[in-house]
Antibody, heavy 120, light 107 residues
Framework: QVQLQESGPGLVKPSETLSLTCAVS????????WSWIRQPPGKGLEWIGY???????NYNPSLKSRVTISFDTSKNQFSLKLSSVTAADTAVYYC??????????????WGQGTLVTVSS | DIQMTQSPSTLSASVGDRVTITCRAS??????LAWYQQKPGKAPKLLIY???SLESGVPSRFSGSGSGTEFTLTISSLQPDDFATYYC?????????FGQGTKVEIK
């Protein structure tokens, strides 16, 4: 059973960098893609991207120029950095464990989510 | 990007009703589709993957069907715990995309 827990600042100023961390417990690191997904208040879900334990990444092109996802295997955690944020980046950010493999891509485990507000 | 369109956006139903939610893809995604349930203030929960495979622990009243561009999520007999918002998600090609959601309300 994989458990995920997001952490990071709940308030970020416009033009600065949003940084979040997701602590992973349980499960095999190599069995999943480690994903970030966000949900603006009252709106739908948007996949941000993922990292595999090998270090390979895949990002949503709509955010690619501003996103970095990294993995710290020694701490069993992965991180999201989103640069040059605006109010449009205000959302609940979820980390998720996504079943890996050629024919896979469903998010089986989710963190509880953390609200990040972009405001001065 | 593949666009996922759910219908209806809102559905009013009573306990015991059979409920069907439709998800249409803007191009064929084979059966690379998942369904999630989300309750207010909570993370989404996986219900169905590969269009029709029931996630472990999910009640059998939930079922999924379809392939290509048209998919359905069916709740055979709606229970009080099922009032929530449901999302479909395609993972056929990047970027992975979600439908806009269907809210199931109490009638």
């Amino acid at each position: 059973q994989v458990q995920l827990q997001e952490s990071g600042p709940g308030l970020v100023k416009p033009s600065e960098t949003l940084s979040l961390t997701c602590a992973v417990s349980g499960g095999s690191i190599s069995s999943y893609y480690w994903s970030w997904i966000r949900q603006p208040p009252g709106k739908g879900l948007e996949w941000i991207g993922y990292i595999y334990y090998s270090g390979s990444t895949n990002y949503n092109p709509s955010l690619k120029s501003r996103v970095t996802i990294s993995f710290d295997t020694s701490k069993n955690q992965f991180s999201l950095k989103l640069s040059s944020v605006t109010a449009a980046d205000t959302a609940v950010y979820y980390c998720a464990a996504t079943t890996s493999g050629y024919t896979s891509g469903w998010h089986g485990y989710w963190g509880q989510g953390t609200l990040v507000t972009v405001s001065s | 990007d593949i666009q996922m369109t759910q219908s209806p956006s809102t559905l009013s139903a009573s306990v015991g009703d059979r409920v069907t939610i439709t998800c249409r893809a803007s191009q064929s995604i084979s059966n690379w589709l998942a369904w999630y349930q989300q309750k207010p203030g909570k993370a989404p929960k996986l219900l169905i993957y590969k269009a029709s495979s029931l996630e472990s622990g999910v009640p059998s009243r939930f079922s999924g069907s379809g392939s290509g561009t048209e998919f359905t999520l069916t709740i055979s007999s709606l229970q009080p715990d099922d009032f929530a918002t449901y999302y479909c998600q395609q993972y056929s090609s990047y970027p992975w995309t979600f439908g806009q959601g269907t809210k199931v309300e109490i009638k």
